[in-house]
């Protein structure tokens, strides 16, 4: 199997957490794709990368980390002219529902409890969970992913379990799980 080919395998993994981390779908597009670029760039077919996946999500990472810091710096313009044009395109055109409707696999999956306690979390700690528990990712590799140390990650899922715990203990109640 080609690098290539071994780096899209990893795609619907990939836009899950970027639909994660940018809450819009189109936006979540733009970031996978810029992953894909500058891994595609990078590439070099004399060398092998032994955790391709991990090194995406990387790469991911450090792209969403960069165009969030590069935002907060610089004032968002308007185009009114195209703000115009799509006022006047939806008005003469149905917006047909996206395939996912706005909500990523996950969502689609768990209890509305779940997802609640999951939003509630704090990001640092609910992102190593979800890449612990969705994605399968080690700890040495999500240290890696958030550049933070694995104690650092070990202690973010320790303590953000126990906070989803202490969240869904009338759900577990509820469900006969506790």
């Known amino acids: ?16 957490s970027a639909l994660y981390l940018t809450k819009n779908e189109n936006s979540a597009d733009d970031l996978v794709q810029e992953t894909y670029l500058k891994a595609f760039k990078s590439l070099q077919d004399d060398k092998e990368i032994r955790n391709v996946k991990a090194w995406l999500f990387r790469i991911l990472m450090n792209t969403f980390i960069n165009k969030y810091r590069k935002d907060k710096r610089e004032p968002s313009l308007v185009d009114f002219d195209s703000v115009e044009a799509f006022h006047e395109s939806i008005q003469e055109e149905v917006v047909a529902p996206s395939i996912l409707d706005g909500e990523s696999v996950l969502e689609t999956l768990v209890d509305d409890d779940i997802k609640m306690a999951l939003k ?8 190593v969970i979800l890449l612990s528990t969705v994605e399968g990712f080690s700890y040495k590799e999500i240290s890696k992913i958030v ?14 379990r126990k906070m989803l715990k202490e969240k869904l203990a009338g759900y577990a109640q509820k469900y006969g799980f506790k």
Do not use: E, W
Request: proline fraction near 5%.
């Open 1 to 16: 199997m080609s690098q290539k080919r071994k780096l899209l395998v990893h795609i619907d993994a990939l836009y899950r």
């Open 120 to 127: 509630a979390l704090p990001d640092d700690f609910r992102m």
């Open 147 to 160: 550049n933070c140390p694995v104690g650092t990650v070990m202690s973010r899922i320790y303590r953000g």
